[in-house]
């Protein structure tokens, strides 16, 4: 009874709901760290911090919904259903916004990349040909990787690699210390 009470609890939310939940303030930071010209690598944060927020309330919502032993992989594929879908859900964001609402912002990092190149070349006294081949290579390399379609790929890949360790050590520390999740 006590079971079920907890169940429909209002302080149980559903897993999926609270990847959507932070998936809207991954959206609403990225927007501010845009607006408020923050520098872009802060942004890195608050998405290691809900990965593992999302993994621990899947691990939650399990041990509260199951009614039999769960095993290792159980576990390990509730912390990684909600920070999957946070994971899909922010590559897509990350194309439409590297598309649609910033589309200039690698241009501007190439750029500044391009200089630094240059700069380089001048500084070692490196001669034309191999400084055209240098830049050739540099501009192949960034067209491809610094593309929004190939961005969110990168994103989305590295995200579902970062759930699956975190989601690892989660299960691992929850079974270390029951208590830990409740």
């Given at each position: 009874?006590?079971?079920?009470?907890?169940?429909?609890?209002?302080?149980?939310?559903?897993?999926?709901?609270?990847?959507?939940?932070?998936?809207?303030?991954?959206?609403?930071?990225?927007?501010?760290?845009?607006?408020?010209?923050?520098?872009?690598?802060?942004?890195?944060?608050?998405?290691l911090l809900f990965i593992l927020v999302a993994g621990y309330m899947g691990?939650?919502?399990?041990?509260?919904?199951?009614?039999?032993?769960?095993?290792y992989i159980?576990?390990?594929?509730?912390?990684?259903?909600?920070?999957?879908?946070?994971?899909?859900?922010y590559s897509a964001f990350s194309y439409i916004f590297y598309r649609f609402v910033s589309?200039?912002?690698?241009?501007?990092?190439?750029?500044?990349?391009?200089?630094?190149f240059e700069k380089s070349i001048a500084e070692n006294n490196v001669g034309t040909e191999e400084a055209n081949k240098v830049l050739q290579n540099f501009e192949q390399v960034t067209e491809y990787i610094f593309s929004p379609l190939n961005w969110a790929t990168f994103t989305l890949l590295g995200l579902i690699m970062l759930s699956f360790i975190y989601g690892a050590l989660l299960v691992l520390f929850a079974r270390k210390f029951p208590k830990m999740i409740q």
């Open positions: 009874m006590a079971k079920e009470k907890q169940l429909n609890s209002p302080k149980n939310i559903n897993s999926t709901t609270v990847a959507l939940i932070l998936f809207g303030l991954l959206v609403v930071f990225r927007l501010l760290i845009e607006t408020l010209n923050w520098d872009w690598t802060i942004r890195v944060y608050p998405i691990i939650r919502e399990q041990r509260i919904k199951s009614r039999e032993y769960l095993t159980m576990e390990l594929k509730a912390a990684l259903r909600p920070s999957a879908i946070l994971a899909f859900l589309p200039d912002f690698f241009n501007k990092m190439i750029m500044e990349r391009r200089a630094e």
